[in-house]
């Protein structure tokens, strides 16, 4: 795989020690996922600084996304699993609702794009100052370090990365294909979850827990629960931790694998060691209170699906030159909004 990057006026702009850090760190992680993906396809992504696609970040976003969908049927999807050893997360009757995959996603799969987009997904981050500690060189690894009052920026740039990838949940009755391998514990065994938040992450039909969702208010659906992986900092948790490498681990990997990419010999066996966690207690914490939740800070991203085609009913739309946008939804540390408005003005 190869991730061509876009880079704003934003960061062409930024003063310049801080955009040779800026772009050398997008850079490595793009090269980073290159690096673990085998698939031969190309995705572009746009890359903003202090904004996403001309919208200023969240107040208290380290991060945002938008990404490219393509909505498909039950059949194609199965069908797109079908040889991939994943299929037993897929019901054999199809769910009620509409079924979406990334852009990025969609070639993995080889499903057909619809108008294919010259841009498959946005990232932006936050410009304030002395929020990220620049070239840590830790995406994928749990050595060095990370100034005190400052957050990982290699692994922002991963999380906000693997949500263009397809690392995300819709809810309403829009079912992503991330979303066939979310579970939750049902009377008779284990059970798809298709609301966005809780449960857990299994790729062998709700047997093995290997990731807990985030539950709380505050964060994405799609991402950990603070200690709901074997690592306690992941890229992909819902909250930073200042001071704290947020690496890329093996279960991140292998929620690749479940989003239909083929990983590397290295990056399988990586995958496959994956550790399973315990089952999620009810989360009752609340986070989104003025202070951050002990040990946890800033959420990580907001998150933004734009529908490329098709819209998700239930959503408010507004086009945007070419692309129709659906803002499903804006996440900030002290509340969660499902806007009444699209996020783009």
């Known amino acids: 795989m190869y991730i061509q990057i876009n880079w704003d006026s934003s960061v062409t702009s930024a003063p310049l020690s801080i955009q040779t850090e800026f772009m050398t760190d997008v850079s490595q992680v793009a090269s980073f996922f290159d690096s673990e993906i085998k698939n031969p396809i190309t995705i572009t992504i746009d890359v903003g600084y202090g904004e996403i696609n001309g919208s200023k970040i969240g ?53 057909q794009l619809t108008n ?39 692994g922002t740039v991963a999380h906000e990365i ?12 829009q079912i992503s294909a991330y979303d066939f391998f979310h579970y939750s514990s049902g009377s008779n065994g284990p059970v798809h979850d298709f609301a966005p938040n809780g449960g857990f992450f299994s790729i ?52 690749l694998q479940a989003l239909g990419y083929q990983l590397t010999n290295t990056a399988a066996k990586e995958a496959a060691a994956a550790v399973p966690v315990s089952p999620a207690l009810t989360q009752t914490t609340v986070q989104n209170t003025v202070n951050s939740p ?10 933004v699906a734009l529908f490329n085609q098709y819209m998700a009913g239930g959503f408010p739309e507004q086009h945007c030159g070419s692309i129709t946008t659906n803002a499903l939804s804006q996440v900030t540390t002290n509340e969660q909004q499902f806007l009444a408005n699209p996020h783009h003005g």
């Open 59 to 111: 107040g208290s976003a380290l991060g945002e996304s938008e990404t490219n969908l393509q909505q498909v049927s039950y059949l194609q999807l199965t069908n797109a699993y079908a040889g991939t050893g994943l299929i037993n997360n897929f019901p054999s009757a199809a769910p009620s609702g509409k079924f979406y995959v990334s852009d990025a996603e969609a070639q993995a799969l080889g499903i």
């Open 116 to 154: 294919p987009p010259t841009v498959d997904g946005y990232i932006g981050f936050s410009s304030k100052s002395n929020t990220f500690d620049y070239n840590t060189n830790s995406i994928n690894t749990t050595t060095g370090s990370v100034q005190p009052n400052e957050y990982d920026f290699e």
């Open 162 to 173: 693997s949500e263009v990838l397809g690392r995300i949940f819709l809810g309403n009755n």
């Open 204 to 255: 062998n039909g709700g047997t093995t827990d290997l990731g807990n969702f985030n539950a709380g208010r505050g964060g994405d659906g799609s991402d950990w629960a603070t200690g709901g992986t074997s690592s306690p900092y992941d890229a992909f948790n819902a909250f930073g931790t200042p001071g704290q490498i947020a690496p890329v681990t093996p279960t991140d990997l292998a929620v």
């Open 294 to 303: 002990p040990g946890n800070s800033s959420g990580l991203d907001q998150q």
